[in-house]
């Protein structure tokens, strides 16, 4: 079939729930993907943050093959050996204590946000526990996930959700104090919001957030789905600070590729929690799942991927800010590390569609900014490329 075949056979069977562009991909090759008629594609995208190492890495690939061979799954009723090197590895680079495999980011959240209430419940006994989420952030579509994710366009079609759910606004620390009570268990964040804006938490916030938690034996629980896994330039995102959360959740590059995520936690909370029989997952944490996890962290450590971020990321961010200032229709340029975003004075759908036909895939966060998540393995000549293109198709759209 062609691709336009495809689309169709797609439209017929899929549920649409995604918006989707007009294009089949077929393969792809270190930061490029491919269409079905061979057609190149310079990806800024990474699955959505999600594929770190670029594309066809054998060494990753060669990894999940011989797990392929011994064993895919056994349920948790059992033990297996990815499991338990993948979760020595990620307490390691963590600097958490207690690890849950999870299949996806918003389970993670989900899990995250049981740890919390549970924590709360043996102190007190108490089942009317409030968390306080951030406005304008994104956890995740099931239904917990949704209740924290502060976009009343996501949550409202699906009320009610988890109940006794307060939100604050990002990096202003007096709104986070109003909304503190007796009952309040936990404070949730992403250290840098994504799809709300590419808006990183500042330091200053961050702490004093973390001193509130520690005076009133509230847990910090920080969302590092996107940030984390060395997007920032950092393993996660809050060691730029040094604010250690009680929780963490991560996903996306944690697999790079293989549906995985976690929720981690310190001894603390560990102790004093989900305890057996409180929460659980068929496939979460399983041989080939935990076998992707464990060469993912072999290999960024092996071929230096933070330290090539820290290289690579004030050279997007000059040459992003070299486009703002050329384009009134550029108002800012904000994000950390290899997690950027262009803010438009409109919305920027036409920009990334113009840039997909010249080869180049964006994605948006929120209607009028253009998201930049590409692999961590982008040199610069990767960034001059996207940033030609990108600049030939805001040029074609506007005036200068």
């Excluded at 996501?154 to 606004?169: H, T, V």
């Excluded at 936690?265 to 409180?278: C, I, P, Q």
């Excluded at 996890?293 to 000059?318: Q, S």
């Excluded at 209607?367 to 930049?372: L, S, W």
Aim: net charge negative; aromatic share 8%.
């Amino acid at each position: 079939m062609n691709m336009k075949e495809y689309i169709e056979e797609a439209e017929k069977a899929l549920l649409h729930t995604y918006n989707r562009y007009q294009i089949v991909f077929d393969k792809g090759e270190g930061v490029c993907l491919y269409d079905i008629e061979g057609k190149r594609y310079l990806d800024f995208v990474a699955g959505i943050a999600v594929f770190a190492l670029g594309y066809h890495n054998e060494e990753y690939n060669d990894a999940l093959k011989a797990q392929i061979d011994k064993l895919i799954h056994t349920s948790n009723y059992y033990y297996n050996v990815p499991a338990v090197n993948a979760a020595k590895k990620i307490k390691a680079v963590s600097g958490m204590d207690r690890v849950f495999f999870t299949n996806s980011g918003a389970e993670a959240v989900e899990g995250a946000i049981k740890a919390a209430r549970k924590y709360a419940y043996l102190k007190d006994g108490g089942t009317d526990h409030e968390i306080i989420a951030m406005n304008h952030s994104f956890h995740g579509r099931t239904m917990g996930a949704l209740s924290v994710t502060g976009n009343p366009k996501y949550r409202e079609p699906f009320e009610p959700l988890i109940g006794n759910i307060r939100f604050a606004d990002l990096n202003d620390i007096e709104s986070v104090k109003r909304q503190i009570t007796d009952k309040t268990c936990a404070v949730i964040m992403e250290t840098v919001q994504g799809e709300g804006g590419m808006m990183p938490a500042e330091e200053g916030f961050l702490k004093e957030v973390r001193a509130l938690c520690d005076e009133r034996d509230i847990l910090l629980i920080l969302d590092e789905i996107q940030c984390g896994m060395g997007r920032t330039g950092y393993m996660f995102a809050w060691q730029r600070y040094g604010v250690k959360p009680d929780i963490m959740t991560t996903a996306k590059a944690l697999g790079c590729g293989v549906p995985v995520g976690a929720f981690l936690m310190t001894e603390k909370v560990g102790e004093k929690s989900l305890a057996a029989g409180d929460h659980g997952t068929t496939y979460g944490g399983n041989p080939l799942c935990c076998a992707a996890v464990e060469k993912v962290l072999d290999l960024f450590e092996k071929n230096h991927i933070i330290e090539k971020v820290r290289e690579t990321a004030p050279y997007l961010e000059g040459r992003l800010s070299e486009l703002k200032d050329k384009y009134d229709c550029i108002i800012e340029r904000r994000g950390v590390g290899l997690m950027q975003g262009l803010v438009f004075d409109r919305p920027v759908g036409d920009i990334i569609h113009c840039a997909l036909e010249r080869g180049l895939v964006l994605i948006n966060a929120g209607t009028n900014i253009i998201r930049f998540v590409p692999p961590l393995i982008i040199s610069k000549e990767n960034v001059d490329e996207m940033i030609a293109i990108l600049d030939n198709s805001i040029g074609s759209l506007y005036a200068v």
